[in-house]
């Protein structure tokens, strides 16, 4: 049975299929009160039709419902019928659904429709009972409560993996820092290795030659040491590509440019972060190293205010580029967030801000705001940044 419950919650048209075919079913159970029972059959069958489609759909079948509830009230005055449809129960699961999946504002809207069919159902058909207006009441309140628990569970849920998200893709991103600085640092030993044995052998190469004719003992030497050099270099590359073998390069470096932040503020955004963003100039023509240094100032200044920010955290940033220069501004609203929802780092962030601007010929500035939040700004020089 819970395997069967877990399979219908990703098959919302089928479960609201199954939803629609128990209130019809209770309203062909009432059929009997009807005069009309053909023409009550009918209703019955067409009121069930939008709980089909309540959460595909939610605003439309909203609509449509309490259309065809007006309609019903009209068709039942009309023919004199005073039966009452157990399927108009439907009308709570739709304002359940509109607060849950929707808002509180269209299930307002929803709950002042309503009053209005309330009104013409019994102006159409006749005064209500002394339970009716109670009950009725009642029912809509329980289905607007139970809404707002489910909303309030969604809404949490959504932000619980929103965090998640951008904790496995900071620790990717720091995976991927860590890749590429070794693999930067075995690039500087290929070349220590290759550019100081390859200079020693033409210092040799070219001594022995001249030595040759005249002493060929020194010519020995060197052609020696020539060989020495060559052994101990190719030791080295073998031992610097062994390491190299052990890394594997990630299959798709993050994404540069515009689309790289507009990528990253809407991460920081789908877990509550208030971020405006404001880019001028274009940015898209940057060097690579400029570009991926812009992108990780940005997510790693975001990150921090998710991290250290209070209980409503707000950001603002504004990249623009000038004349002779890109400048980054990035500013949080401050505070000091719920124990339960800080995320620790590692303490390095600003160190790794500071180096790839430093690598980039620019300047960083960090500090308190006046107002009690963080900012972090950035100028990196253009021709140390443009595109080729």
């Known amino acids: 049975m819970r395997r069967f419950s877990l399979w219908l919650r990703g098959k919302p ?9 128990g209130l019809l079913t209770i309203d062909v159970l009432a059929v009997g009160e009807s005069r009309h029972k053909v023409t009550y059959l009918v209703l019955g069958v067409v009121l069930v039709l939008p709980i089909i489609f309540r959460r595909t759909y939610p605003r439309g079948a909203a609509i449509v419902l309490l ?36 808002g509180r504002r269209e299930g307002l809207w929803f709950v002042g429709a309503m009053v209005l069919d309330t009104v013409l159902s019994y102006s159409m058909i006749g005064k209500p009972s002394v339970t009716d207006i109670p009950f009725n009441a009642l029912f809509y309140a329980l289905c607007w409560t139970f809404a707002e628990f489910v909303g309030a569970r969604h809404a949490y ?17 720091r995976a991927h820092d860590a890749v590429a600085a070794e693999r930067t640092r075995i690039a500087r030993e290929l070349h220590d290795v290759v ?19 005249r002493d060929p003992d020194i010519a020995a030497k060197a052609l020696g040491i020539i060989a020495g050099t060559g052994r ?17 390069a990630p299959e798709q470096l993050p994404q540069h440019g515009t689309a790289g932040i507009a990528k990253v503020v809407q991460m920081m955004r789908d877990t509550g972060l208030h971020v405006t963003l404001e880019l001028s100039g274009e940015l898209d023509t940057l060097s690579p190293e400029a570009s991926l240094g812009i992108h990780r100032i940005v997510q790693e200044s975001l990150t921090n205010t998710l ?17 002779t220069d890109v400048r980054l501004d990035i500013v949080d609203s401050g505070g000091a967030p719920a124990p339960g929802n800080r995320i ?45």
């Not at 101990?232 to 594997?248: G, I, K, M, P, S």
């Open 344 to 388: 620790e780092g590692s303490g390095l962030g600003l160190v790794g801000m500071r180096e790839r601007v430093a690598v980039l010929g620019g300047t960083l500035t960090t500090g308190r705001t006046g107002t009690g939040g963080w900012a972090v700004h950035a100028s990196i020089p253009l021709d140390r940044t443009a595109g080729e």
């Open 195 to 213: 550019a100081h044995a390859v200079s020693v052998m033409i210092v040799q190469a070219d001594g022995a030659r001249y030595a040759l004719p």
């Open 13 to 21: 048209f089928i479960a609201d299929s199954i939803l629609a075919l």
């Open 307 to 323: 991290r250290h920010a209070g209980p409503d955290p707000r950001a603002q940033v504004r990249i623009c580029r000038g004349e």
């Open 67 to 102: 259309l065809l509830s007006m309609g019903t009230s009209v068709v039942h005055g009309l023919v004199g019928d005073s039966a009452v449809h157990p399927a108009l129960l439907g009308l709570g699961v739709m304002l359940y659904t509109l607060v849950a999946y929707v």
């Open 157 to 173: 849920d959504n932000e619980v993996a929103a965090r998640l998200a951008v904790a496995d893709y900071d620790r990717e991103r």
């Open 232 to 248: 101990d270099a190719l030791r080295e590359l073998r031992r610097t590509v062994e390491l190299l073998r052990l890394e594997h």
